[in-house]
Each structure stands twice: as C-alpha cells, then as structure tokens.
C-alpha cells in the first residue's frame, strides 16, 4: 500500500529536491548515497572534468563569518594534495548558506569495512605507512583532519586515500589556523 489505511498519509519516501539538479553549474547530484547528523552525500557527476564525483551537502547553514572561514577552508583542502588524499574538487556555499565540497569518486571502499579482516602484515603496515603520510601532510599545511575515522579513508586494493581533509572541523573552527606546534 502507497498510503496510510488511518490517516490516508502517503507512505512514500519524499524525494529528495537535490537529485537531479545541478550545484554552481557544475556538479549534478544523481542520486542520496547516504544520510549523516552533519551532511548528506550524493553521487554526481563532475560536468566540467566528466568524471564521477560525490557531493557533501552539509547539514549546517552558514553565516558571514562561518561562510568566509568554510571558503577559505575549502581553497587550502583544494591545494593540500598528496597520493593518500582525496582530491577536492570543488566546493562552496550557496545563495541560502548550504554549504558543499566534492571529492572525486574513484570507487574506494571505506576501511571501516576492512575491521576485523585479517590481513597480511605487510599490507597493514604498508596503510599505516599510508595513513602516517596522508596525515603529515594534512599537518605540513598547519591544519589537523577533525575527523579521522575508518569511515574517512578510503581504500583501493593496497592503496588508500583520507577524505574530508580538515573541511567538517570548518564549520566549528578555523582548521587551517591550528598552532602548528600542537601538532
């Protein structure tokens, strides 16, 4: 049944108003992947560079001040590269405040499906390995990721890659202004 037998309600799941819409012109979301407390991700499509991508709409609606530091977040996460980081490729916020960043989907799978999996030695040293330098380099920029988790790192064969690389700790602070020296 399509509808509530009490009330005559819809049953139907409200669809969501992003899919099928295009952010700045430039990044289509195609579909929800996954809905969290501080943002919902969609798979899209870059139409710029043509390639697959995943859109973080966030949660929050920014302000002047947060607005100013979440751009200012999202240009540092942009040149911050390294092979074990995600590459942003874009992000912003819109007219109404919704703030936004998109990483290119290459098809990892998060490392939290790999807990409890027993791996050999040389490959669990070879992600720490991995990780260690992913981190060193979030820190060369003066800034600390906020959030690493199994959940932001990503994992393709022997390779991995850490995403979201300072931009949820954004919307709360200034990441990139971190005393290098509690690092």
């Known amino acids: 049944s399509n509808f509530c037998f009490l009330s005559g309600d819809s049953l139907r799941q409200a669809e969501d108003p992003l899919v099928g819409t295009t952010i700045d012109g430039r990044f289509r979301a195609d579909r929800r992947m996954a809905v969290g407390p501080l943002a919902t991700l969609y798979a899209g499509r870059d139409r710029l560079l043509r390639t697959p991508c995943v ?7 920014l302000h002047e001040a947060p607005r100013a530091h979440f ?3 999202v240009v540092q996460a ?5 092979p074990n980081l995600s590459e942003v490729v874009g992000g912003g916020v819109t007219e109404d405040g919704t703030a936004y960043t998109v990483r290119l989907d290459d098809g990892g799978k998060p490392l939290s499906g790999l807990l409890g999996v ?11 390995l991995q990780l260690g330098r992913a981190v060193g380099r979030i820190h060369d920029f003066g800034a600390v990721h906020g ?3 199994p959940s932001n790192v ?3 064969g022997d390779h991995l ?5 300072g931009l949820e700790r954004s919307l709360f602070c200034e990441p990139w202004e971190d005393d290098p020296s509690a690092l």
């Open 71 to 73: 751009l200012e977040a």
């Open 55 to 61: 859109i973080k709409v966030w949660s929050e609606r």
């Open 118 to 128: 027993k791996m050999a030695p040389p490959r669990a040293v070879g992600m720490v």
């Open 154 to 156: 990503l994992v393709f």
């Open 147 to 149: 959030a690493l988790r």
């Open 161 to 165: 890659e850490v995403i979201d690389v």
């Open 78 to 82: 942009r040149r911050c590269t390294h």
